[in-house]
């Protein structure tokens, strides 16, 4: 019997869909994103371009790639369509981000055959019906899985027969890891650890004065394929958002921080309770007239901090504003691609972080800070605890708390 567990992924999923929607793309190399690299196809990747560099230094080592603004919404729409070929499969499914998701197909197999055939089924579909490449690894583990997936691309499938996942995993350098990036790999390398084979003979508790008695725990159970993790699935399509009127309108940059911000923890909040994250969020514009600007981004992984949808929210609104001179006179924000709450993969990266990588030191301390302010606000009112900055010697207007809620 094979394997239960696949892992299905879209290629350079932005630059796919660009490709598509541009025949004349096609098979050339594309960058997405004007001054940070958001995808790279793998034409511009045969360069050494990757996610996330400098637009300009990624045209240095690929003068011919095209470079695309993108085109989000529509990044949206595809996902979508791919998820619902996906669902056909296996009621069981646990969607990580935009473009990937793990699928358990053990109450499927006898009406949809073996693994291995409704891998090569989705993958039929998806690209004939949908127009994407999509690879995908089977698997005993979800980890594992993962892995052969990314073994798989561009374009294929790999399946770890049941009985043979060390002989395939343990040859694999410890960068193949999901997880291990590139300070952990060097650390690793540091300890003459460069292979998961090499990894798996090392004792968990000598890792610990380098990596952190969990992390090192952790990596030692996944280099003997150890990963209990079953497939969650709860997906379910919808958003949270919120949005804020503002009279006559801003104009001042900080003025319209203090709105994001505001918004930020009212989503966040929401999120929080409801026990979801989401992976894209989007700003909504508005101003006199009336006319509608709309920005949006796409996170690797989910999340609900309210530290990370305000800092996204303020680049996608000055985005939204960038060579307006009008004000602002409405302010949207809406999290969508929603998934549960209840898994967060941990970054073992030792370095600050960034708010925006769901699993970072900095990620961590402002969900900390998240469930403390929520537990606060539960016991003596949502008014104790306010986020934001005073403007102008006073809280924001009573008019900018009107507010127009959607939540799915």
Known sequence: MEPTILHADLDAFYASVEQLLDPTLRNRPVLVGEGVVLAASYEARAHGVRAPMPTRDALKLCPEAVVVNGHFERYLEFSEQVMTIVEAASPVIEQISIDEAFIDVAGTVHLLGQPSEIAREIRTRVREEVGLPFSVGVASTKFLAKIASARAKPDGLVVVVAGSELEFLHPLGVEAMWGVGTVTAGRLHQLGICTIGDLAQVPSGSLSSTLGPAAGRALHALAWNRDPRPVRSGRRAGSVGSQQALGR?????????????????????????????????TVRARFPGPRVISRSHTLPSPTSSTAAIANLGAVLLQRATEGSAEPVTLV????????????????????????LRAGSAMDLKHRSLDETVDVVRERFGRDLLTFGSKQKGGSAPDSFRELAERSS
Do not use: C
Not at 252 to 274: T, Y
Not at 338 to 351: A, H, M, P, R, S
């Open 332 to 355: 949207g924000i809406s999290v969508s691609n929603l998934t549960t709450d209840d898994f967060v993969q941990l970054e073992l990266d030792i370095d600050e972080g960034n708010v």
């Open 249 to 281: 309108g801003l104009a001042d940059p900080d003025e319209l921080a203090v709105v994001v911000l505001g918004l930020a923890d009212r989503i966040g909040r929401r999120l929080r309770k409801k026990g979801r994250s989401g992976t894209t969020v």
